[in-house]
């Protein structure tokens, strides 16, 4: 019922910038927090960050002082804002969108994923 697309993955040199989008659409009647994580080849899925409907943010501390999370709740989308990248940083981004559809039921969707290699 909740579709999400993401765009924005790719090839960046070290220290360089990436921007991220994800946008929900469907039966959406409400959107609660938005959020990115990410998962590198042999490691589990993990958090990058997430923006609740107040806008306030949270950050693994990996990332904190070089992405910015934001959302567009008239749009219902969610951007990562990816700045002085890092090797480390390579990994598939998966976009996260959690609230209620319009016949009242929660929902959680989950982006197909775009990849982000960083190299040089």
């Known amino acids: 019922q909740v579709q999400l697309v993401e765009s924005g993955g790719g090839l960046v040199q070290p220290g360089g910038s990436l921007k991220l989008s994800c946008a929900a659409s469907?039966?959406?009647?409400?959107?609660?927090?938005m959020g990115w994580y990410r998962q590198a080849p042999g490691k589990q899925r993990e958090l990058v960050a997430v923006?609740?409907?107040?806008?306030?943010?949270e950050y693994a501390d990996s990332v904190k002082g070089r992405f910015t999370i934001s959302r567009d709740s008239a749009k219902n989308t969610v951007l990562l804002q990816m700045n002085s990248v890092q090797p480390e940083d390579t990994a598939v981004y998966f976009c996260?969108?959690?609230?209620?559809?319009?016949?009242?039921?929660?929902?959680?969707?989950w982006g197909q994923g775009t990849q982000v290699n960083v190299s040089a």
């Open positions: 923006v609740a409907s107040d806008e306030s943010a």
């Open positions: 469907g039966r959406i009647s409400v959107v609660d927090a």
């Open positions: 996260n969108v959690k609230g209620k559809v319009t016949a009242g039921s929660f929902f959680a969707s």
